[in-house]
């Protein structure tokens, strides 16, 4: 945490200081409210949104369905902008959606090797790691040793496709289903499917 | 893991939305202003694209608080190049909330002071 100095909450005889940038929006915020460009409660909302409505479990939904459903599967597969608008899941830019599917023969991830382009209806706001140099830059030139820090070693045969995403279309990947998944409902399936299996980083879960 | 890009987090509790309030706070800003009109967002994308590969080529970025100081800079110069926040209205605000900060006791709510927004929206 670069803020670490201000931690202790004792000796102060002012207010904490924020860090310098955090007085530089502050001072945007005034600014464009005092404009009427802006309304605060507005942004109170985006973020309450973003923190506590939308994450990874809208996702986990999306695949979790398409594991049980086939032709769900089929019509997320065909137009997933479309599918996951029936469910809700509106991209607030407008961009399209779509799903790629795993195989035993081809491995997806997704990068943004522009920004942080990202799925953001299905998987809230990305990690630090996705919006890091070292992911954008190595996930495209290396990706199968990018996996292997994740943890993900891929068979030999299985050939790894890595979709750079952006402004205008974000993927999300299906995973495959995991073995021994054949009598699990909606919920149960839901609860196996992890951000980094979406974003072809992980796997999902297996069931206990 | 060969080198400290923070990829394997398997273990790590999860890690929160958004690190600091600022980041929430400039992240909400952009998305409230692209829902006014002010701009698209694929233009949005490339102009921080722009500000995020300027960045990286001193050093490598963490995609963590250099990661929305670019964002920052990236919207403070398109909001100066649109005439909807000079620099120096903004850098006077700054200091304004900087000085409210260092004179508020420690524990009662920060607000800036009335005058501080009239005078720098006066130039």
Not at chain 1, 42 to 49: E, G
Not at chain 1, 57 to 77: E, I, M
Not at chain 1, 185 to 198: K, P, Y
Not at chain 2, 20 to 40: D, R, S
Request: glycine share 6%; proline share 8%; net charge negative.
């Amino acid at each position: 945490m670069p803020h670490d100095h201000h931690d202790h909450d004792h000796d102060h005889p002012h207010a904490l200081l924020p860090p310098d940038p955090a007085l530089r929006v502050k001072a945007l915020e005034s600014l464009l409210t005092q404009k009427g460009l802006i309304d605060p409660a507005a942004l109170d909302a985006i973020i309450d949104t973003y923190e506590n409505k939308i994450g990874p479990k809208n996702g986990a939904h999306v695949v979790a369905r398409a594991w049980a459903d086939p032709d769900f599967k089929h019509a997320l597969l065909e137009d997933a902008t479309a599918v996951v608008a029936d469910l809700g899941f509106y991209g607030r830019q407008g961009e399209h959606i779509v799903v790629v599917e795993n195989t035993p023969d081809v491995h997806n991830m997704i990068v943004c090797t522009l920004c942080s382009c990202y799925p953001w209806p299905l998987l809230g706001i990305p990690p630090a790691w996705y919006k890091s140099d070292a992911y954008r830059a190595r996930a495209v030139r290396e990706p199968r040793q990018v996996l292997a820090e994740f943890g993900l070693h891929l068979p030999e045969k299985t050939r790894v496709r890595v979709w750079d995403s952006t402004a205008e279309i974000r993927y999300l990947v299906l995973p495959m289903r995991p073995a021994g998944t054949d009598g699990l409902g909606l919920q149960a399936l839901t609860d196996l499917v992890t951000r980094d299996s979406m974003v072809g980083t992980g796997l999902p879960l297996s069931p206990a | 893991m060969t080198q400290d890009t923070g990829f394997t987090q398997a273990d790590m509790p999860p890690e929160p939305v958004f690190a600091q309030p600022w980041h929430a706070q400039i992240f909400a800003l952009t998305v409230h202003l692209h829902e006014k009109g002010l701009f698209t967002w694929p233009d949005w994308a490339a102009r921080f694209g722009a500000t995020l590969a300027r960045h990286g080529l001193a050093r490598s970025l963490d995609g963590g608080d250099d990661y929305f100081v670019a964002w920052l800079e990236t919207l403070e110069s398109w909001l100066a190049e649109a005439a909807l926040a000079h620099p120096d209205q903004l850098e006077a605000l700054r200091a304004a909330w900087q000085a409210a900060y260092l004179s508020t006791p420690h524990g009662a709510p920060v607000h800036l002071p009335a005058g501080a927004l009239a005078d720098s929206c006066a130039s």
